[in-house]
């Protein structure tokens, strides 16, 4: 498919071309430039994507739920037919070897099956009925409730995740099942990949009749446009996946709003490590495999990466760290997703490294190939008590980094528990006898993330139903809600109660003989 950079508003590309404010996408292993001038969106682009979702989102209010589900469907669709020149813009656009991007290709259109059969039956609804009573004293008014959805939504997509996170990636595709037409704000680093999944579900649109305001793309990269897009007043909810300074940014627009409105952000996380001393000395070895393999893995670019790792002071640790130091040496330094998290990375290795009290214990033996936006493994210790005067020692930096915090106590893993920010995870590893030991660490965690593992690695998302993938502030905007798996449906939902409807006059899902 040729791209043309224009913007997808209610099925037709619209813009002008040649504008002086286009841009282009970089493929991040050589610098070079890669085809197609992508549009920079402007007020009247927004308005007209807003107004036409505005004025589909009564009929998608009623269409059939078999209905909805064949959308869905003809999207996943779309998206096996789109083949291999998705893959390869996506691969030019990201770096992300084609291995990676196939994985997450069958990830996407296994989420959007999901969504497609959740939206075929109506229990996402969670219809309860109570029934009214007029001989009771006082009488007992008929109430009856259920979750519509909540109007057009603005979906943001981060960089990481070019297909699964984005376009097509599960916010855009709960808010369908959730029967809401959306706006998606192209990501600046994949525009092509964008466009080539916008085609495909503007395809399925048409395909099974919805109003074509069903869906809209709009290209851009100022922020200004984002700051735009969420503030116009017909908009009703807004996700957005991405780093915590755009997620803060984008959720002090929303409550700038004259009407705020809900705003779902997931941010970044450097998803703590805990090594309990029974763990450590039965498999310091395997953890070590398992914690480089975990910090590698998409090149450490997952929000989930384990940022930080804590163990007491033994012999043990010292196994550990020197099982670290082998794996680390052999991991081959690989392309990053735009020369820009590339630079972020680079910034962020030179603060960790000038801070005192803070060593590098591992590196990639081989270097960094030239003008590549290569990353090498770093691996750093530091005391724990490094974090009193350099607090920034555990902040996410996203790539393959990782900090080992040397306790010298499992009271001071404790204590730096209740210390924590909001995270999107924390893993313990440990024996059964560690963890009953170590309970409180449990419920301290509790408070502090949004998923516990134990004896595994926070990377790998199971796309489920008892997914939660969220966290306290400012791992996200809303603990409550989770950004994967099928409960994330409910971030585009409200519940309205009906008092005292006649029966035909009722939601047929809340109808005494539905
Ligand atoms: P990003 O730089 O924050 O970009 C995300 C989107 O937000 C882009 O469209 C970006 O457009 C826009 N944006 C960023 N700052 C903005 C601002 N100040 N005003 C308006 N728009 C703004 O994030 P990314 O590089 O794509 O992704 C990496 C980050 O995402 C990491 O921190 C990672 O941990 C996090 N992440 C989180 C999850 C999760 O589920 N919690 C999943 C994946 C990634 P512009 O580039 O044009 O500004």
Redesign the pocket.
């Known amino acids: 498919m040729a791209l043309t950079g224009k913007h997808f508003i209610a099925g037709k590309r619209s813009g002008v071309e040649n504008s002086a404010d286009s841009f282009s996408a970089t493929n991040p292993s050589n610098g070079e430039t890669l085809e197609g001038e992508f549009l920079e969106a402007g007020q009247s682009d927004i308005d007209a994507a807003v107004a036409a979702a505005d004025e589909a989102f009564d009929e998608l209010q009623t269409a059939s739920s078999d209905r909805i589900g064949d959308f869905l469907e003809a999207i996943a669709e779309g998206i096996d037919a789109a083949g291999d020149s998705l893959l390869d813009r996506a691969h030019a656009e990201t770096g992300l070897p084609m291995g990676r991007l196939q994985g997450e290709r069958g990830r996407t259109t296994n989420q959007i099956r999901i969504f497609a059969n959740m939206t075929r039956n109506d229990d996402w609804r969670q219809p309860r009925i109570d029934a009214g009573d007029p001989e009771r004293k006082p009488p007992k008014p008929d109430v009856r409730t259920m979750l519509f959805g909540v109007g057009p939504v603005v979906v943001?997509?981060?960089?990481?995740?070019p297909l699964a996170?984005s376009v097509a990636g599960t916010d855009t595709v709960s808010a369908f099942a959730a029967r809401c037409p959306v706006i998606v704000?192209?990501?600046?680093?994949h525009p092509g990949t964008c466009e080539i999944l916008a085609e495909v579900i503007s395809a399925a649109v048409e395909k099974i009749g919805l109003p074509a305001g069903t869906f809209s793309l709009l290209q851009?990269?100022?922020?200004?446009?984002?700051?735009s897009l969420v503030q116009h007043p017909d908009v009703a909810a807004v996700a957005?996946?991405?780093?915590?300074?755009?997620?803060?940014?984008?959720f002090d627009?929303v409550n700038a709003r004259e009407i705020p409105i809900p705003f779902y952000?997931?941010?970044?996380?450097s998803n703590p490590v805990f090594l309990l001393p029974g763990a450590l000395k039965q498999r310091a070895q395997e953890i070590a495999q398992g914690y480089v393999q975990s910090v590698n893995l998409g090149v450490g670019?997952?929000?989930?990466?384990p940022g930080i790792v804590l163990g007491v002071e033994s012999d043990s640790l010292e196994q550990f760290l020197s099982a670290v130091k082998s794996s680390v040496s052999g991991v081959p330094p690989a392309t990053m997703?735009?020369p820009?998290?590339h630079k972020s990375f680079q910034d962020a290795q030179g603060n960790l490294e000038s801070i005192n009290g803070v060593e590098r214990i591992a590196r990639s033996d081989q270097p960094p190939v030239d003008g590549a936006h290569q990353a090498a493994c770093n691996i750093y210790e530091a005391d724990i008590s490094v974090l009193q005067s350099s607090s920034e020692v555990h902040e996410?930096v996203?790539g393959p980094s990782s900090v080992v915090l040397r306790c010298q106590s499992t009271e001071q893993m404790l204590a730096y528990a209740a210390s924590l920010d909001g995270h999107?995870t924390a893993t313990i590893h440990g024996t059964e006898e560690d963890l009953n030991s170590n309970l409180k660490l449990v419920r301290l965690l509790q408070r502090k993330v949004g998923r516990i593992v134990f004896n595994g690695f926070p990377t790998g998302i199971e796309v489920c139903n008892a997914m939660h993938?969220?966290g306290p502030y400012p791992?996200?905007t809303h603990s409550f809600y989770t950004?994967?798996g099928h409960q994330s449906i409910y971030r585009f939902t409200k519940p309205v109660c009906f008092q005292g409807f006649p029966e035909k006059c009722l939601p047929p899902q809340l109808r005494s003989e539905a």
Do not use: D, V, W
Request: glycine share 18%.
């Open positions: 943001f997509g981060a960089s990481n995740f996170i704000k192209a990501h600046p680093a851009g990269k100022s922020n200004e446009f984002g700051k957005f996946t991405g780093s915590l300074g755009g997620g803060r940014a984008m627009a952000a997931e941010m970044g996380s670019q997952f929000c989930t990466n997703l735009h820009g998290i996410e996203f999107l993938h969220g791992a996200t950004s994967i």
